[in-house]
């Protein structure tokens, strides 16, 4: 058979195969049975392929996957199981095989396929730097650079040429020219050397059928799971240790207020809450065309009025001030000096009462900065103790395992007989269900008959009323009458008259009415006249008062504009809280500048590959997080089924 078929019996059994449903043997059987032409050598290399890539599932799909991340970006997935075999040939079996042997399978597949595999599988670079250490992460470094380096580096100049010839097929290329070689003379042999007798060929072994992989082998152990919770769990406590030391480094700012300052505060927003009004009436902004223009406003006569009300009580009041004042009364320029020096003495206050508190909070972040390096510090001792606690359990695992393998044989067998069982309740259950089937529906169709029936008489009984409402409408009524507009309608009133006599009496109405409007524009125009001449003399009156307000007003923002100057801050207390801030903050960055001085003088290699150790097992939990998760799926939701069918 040609080697080309060969590859695709494996793709095909490898495509079918389901670890978690059948064992490998089994299927291996299935596969060799299903193609009886095979001889023994072509049986034991589909056993030998099939076989090894069921062991080095992770490996090789490890590789695959970063193939068409990297070179195979526009290669079809479905060629997935084709990359694996070859795969499985070039990094575990190419010295076994032979070099002839893999170029004549090569050759008989796709060459565009062939082309950039071989050009991403045999690249030295990728294969010392990245993509070796993908392989350390699934399997030991050892068992890496000795089974699978060696089998691509030993045969790296033979498939380099192999690839030059597949892509000058790509190109279309003509094949080179064989240089032709000279005769060189020999001497001749004159005597004859008797024919040796050749031996009896020994019949090849064929390989012995291998026990079922166990199913141990693709779970993740007990022992790791645990340790992984555990790691999870003081995860989660460093992540609460480091919000409890964030929220103790902002609440050292906060400092605690007196009961006095309190009880002020409330005041103040009660005042202020006060004076809000949400359900009050929000009047529309004033435009901004009308804030620019300078053009004066035109006042009506209701704003005229009470402005000028408004400017006659302030002038009784100044009047009886200065009534007061000749009559020997104080004034209110003592209590308003007094008032200045007060409010100067409380911003005082307060600028050193916030000055304080500045202090404390810079001290309280400085003292929470020192906590938090000393934390650091003693996070790593817990981690050096933490990896000696792994490696020991690791230890443990691997003295676990074994013992584990002998009870999941056990359970394998009894798996088997259980499935042999349920194909033969899913039988007698779909027998019952038909049963049930074919009975509901002669029900529902005598149910069907019976709606119908009833359906027809309730219609006819409605068809025979709406006949009955029609005729009904069809028959004529007369509803003609005929009115006298000079007949009183006859009842006997004394003001009884007819509808003409009643036009005539509306006419007669209506003119006296419009003469006694007439009268009542005439004096309204007076009235108006009249009191256009009293606005106008006291709009002049409002224009000297606003003249007079519009100074005092400059001459008060002056005043406040020089109370508004920052007081100056003298105290002890302050420049003690500012020395002791100085010295925190020189102790912090010496202990700084002392772990930046370690970190320099130590291996820097050695951090980095830390770090990347760190990402590659935080990768690696998650993915069997996420693998585990999903076997655990499969077999809820295959449970269920048996259930069901049950």
Known sequence: MESSAL???????????????????????????????????????IAEVFSGCVRYHKLLSVTVENFYLDEGKKMLKKDAYLYRVFAYLAMMRLNDLGYENFENFVLKEDTLKMFTFLRFLFDSPKLQSWLKNKWCKIYDQHFVESSVLPNLLDNLDEVHSLISRLNDKLQNKPPSKKVSVTTKPEPFKLTQVKPRS??????????????PIPPS?????????????????????SEQMLETVRSMSANHIRTQKSTKTQERMNTIIREGEAQLKFDSYKAKPVPKTVKESTAPVKLN?????REDALYAKREEEELQKIVGVLSGEGTDDDFQIWRRERDEELKREEAERVARNKMIGLLSYEEAMLAKQRLTENNKERVQRMKKEADEMLKVFLVSQLELEEETRERVLSIQESHQQTKAAQVRLTELKKKMVQEVREESRSLMKIAVEEAQREMER??????????????????????????????????EMSIAELRERLVLAKEKRELELEERRGDILAEKINYRKMLEQKMESISQNRELIGKEQARAQREKEKMKSPPRIQSTEIDSLQRKLEEKRAERMRMKTAQQMTLQGGP????????????????????????????IAKLSTKANKVTLMT
């Open 217 to 237: 082998i693709y779970k993740s152990p007990r022992e790791e799971t645990e340790i992984q919770k555990k790691k999870e769990g003081n995860r989660k406590k």
């Open 604 to 631: 820097v290699k050695r951090t980095v590959n830390l770090e990347a150790e760190k990402r590659a097992m935080e990768e690696r939990r998650w993915k069997e997080l996420e693998q585990s998760r999903e076997r």
């Open 462 to 495: 409605k068809m025979k009323i709406i006949q009955e409402i029609r005729a009904f409408d069809r028959t004529e009524i007369d509803t003609q009458r005929f009115v006298d507009l000079t007949a009183t309608a006859g009842f006997g009133f004394l003001c």
């Open 7 to 45: 590859v695709q019996i494996c793709i095909q059994g490898l495509r079918n195969f389901n670890p978690e449903t059948s064992a490998s043997d089994i299927r291996l059987q299935e596969i060799l049975e299903n193609n009886p032409q095979l001889n023994d050598s072509e049986e034991t290399f």
């Open 198 to 211: 050749v031996p009896m060929p020994e019949p090849i072994p064929k390989v012995k059928t291998t026990n």
């Open 301 to 305: 006569a209701a704003t005229i009025l």
